[in-house]
């Protein structure tokens, strides 16, 4: 048995689950963290309030959530390793302490009115909270599923793209209640923090591991998928050498830019398109488009996904980049003239943006196999730290200088909007080029060790 395993065993001991214990207990769990951490794509509905109280730019107010993702992609990426030898619960635990700490530490930066407290808070030490937790449980559900990954991982991922779903009109009644002041945004952050910290527990208290060499009753793998568990697992320190795992890393950069953009500027966004407009949209309705976005993220990670196990994942990624570059031209050429095309152009953009989330743990195991496939996502996510930076910022920077000249409507965002095209079309391309793994990479274990010992690690 080797070093990983062992410390692996150790670190699973105490939740592998027991005989009779049913694997459709762990999607709930894996939720419970995800619906929480999720909060971080309604963080558009505070930004107006934000912005007034403590008077930042629209750029200024984009920063604690830039740093979020930003601190998500990296301690994913630090962490991968840790938590595949350390378990699930270990890594939830982990989440709920770092995410609950930077909302109160957001709030008391509310309450005294320093908004670098704010960005520390929420950015720095939430952030760790959003990858750590974001990776949770992605290789156990696809340990628990192994006859359906691509559901699975879209299981272990779906809440946190559902999550603004809850948060962004409960964030709306908070600060209704308590106030649009700097005082009243800290109560929310306040009464936040505390809630999460409660939900979360339930998926700490309720996660388990399969057994080593587990499997589904009754499945058992083709012989196809034998023979690739056995031939083509990959370690991540090897992965991260090949060049299918940088051609997947701009694939899942540049959708993650196209969709956060939008996502990270939604509620200002659909305000600012209607605002001249013989129809134009209220802070609440605003809250509400949040809210329906959230709903095609979340609905994305599942539906998407589960669909890449029937059309494979390169499929699935040429609809997410060329279908989603024609639903940005087509929010930008008609979004202002028809409510409903904007509505669902947006919706279709979100969607693929969720599905891509979901499908690339799956898209990871086909090229690299189940062997630290949570390590080598954890490393992918990086991609996504960059994203988080550089979508949010195409879009305010272009939109704020908009304004700056006098601009209004969609003539804010056409730029940026060109830009996000671009680089769908750059992802499609990128997508096209990946190929099989190269034998020289996959681990020289006999099949039977990496079928069972793969399982622990």
């Not at 008077?55 to 930003?70: D, E, K, N, Y």
């Not at 378990?87 to 530490?105: E, H, K």
């Not at 499945?219 to 320190?237: I, Q, R, T």
């Not at 304004?403 to 997508?431: E, W």
Request: with cysteine.
């Amino acid at each position: 048995m080797t070093a990983v395993t062992e410390a692996g065993a150790i670190g699973y001991s105490r939740i592998i689950a027991p005989p009779g214990w049913s694997r459709w207990l762990v999607p709930p769990a894996a939720l419970s963290i995800h619906l929480a951490i999720g909060q971080a794509y309604a963080w558009s509905v505070f930004k107006p309030p934000l912005e007034k109280a403590m008077h930042v730019s629209g750029t200024g107010s984009a920063l604690p959530f830039q740093l979020a993702i930003v601190m998500l992609g990296l301690s994913a990426a630090f962490g991968g390793t840790l938590v595949e030898r350390r378990g699930p619960r270990w890594a939830m635990t982990i989440s709920l302490v770092c995410f609950s700490s930077g909302l109160l530490i957001s709030a008391l930066g509310a309450a005294v009115n320093a908004y670098w407290l704010i960005v520390f808070g929420y950015g720095f030490i939430g952030g760790i909270g959003l990858g750590i937790g974001y990776i949770s449980p992605v290789s156990t559900l696809i340990r628990w599923f192994p006859d359906r990954p691509g559901m699975a991982t879209g299981f272990a991922i779906m809440g946190f793209g559902g999550g603004a779903l809850i948060a962004s009109p409960w964030t709306t009644e908070l600060l209704s209640y308590f106030g649009r002041d700097h005082v009243g945004i800290a109560e929310t952050f306040l009464v936040m923090g505390l809630t999460y910290a409660v939900f979360m527990s339930v998926g700490v208290l309720l996660v388990r591991v399969p057994p080593p060499g587990w499997r589904p009753a009754g499945w058992a793998p083709s012989a196809k998928a034998a023979k690739l568990v056995s031939s083509n697992d990959v370690a991540a320190n090897d992965a991260i050498r090949t060049p299918q795992f940088w051609l997947l890393w701009i694939v899942l950069c540049f959708n993650v830019t196209a969709g956060i953009g939008i996502l990270e500027k939604a509620a200002p966004m659909v305000i600012d398109f209607f605002k001249q407009t013989s129809t134009p949209v209220s802070t609440a309705a605003a809250a509400g488009f949040v809210a329906v976005l959230s709903a095609a993220n979340m609905a994305g990670r599942i539906g998407w996904s589960s669909l890449s196990d029937l059309i494979g994942r390169k499929n699935m990624y040429r609809i997410y980049l060329g279908v989603g570059a024609l639903a940005y031209l087509l929010v930008w050429s008609v979004g202002q003239t028809n409510k409903a095309l904007f509505i669902a152009g947006a919706m279709v953009i979100l969607s693929f943006y969720g599905g891509g989330f979901a499908t690339i743990p799956a898209y990871l195991k086909d090229l690299f196999g189940t062997y630290q496939v949570g390590a080598i996502h954890g490393r992918l996510l990086t991609a996504w730290s960059v994203a988080g930076v550089a979508g949010p910022l195409i879009i305010n920077a272009i939109a704020d200088s908009g304004v700056r000249h006098g601009k209004t409507g969609s003539a804010l965002y056409g730029p940026a909007f060109a830009i996000m095209i671009t680089l769908l079309c750059v992802g499609f391309a990128a997508n096209e080029l990946i190929r099989p793994v190269a034998a020289k990479h996959h681990r020289k274990v006999a099949a039977s060790a990496v079928v069972t010992e793969g399982d622990r690690v």
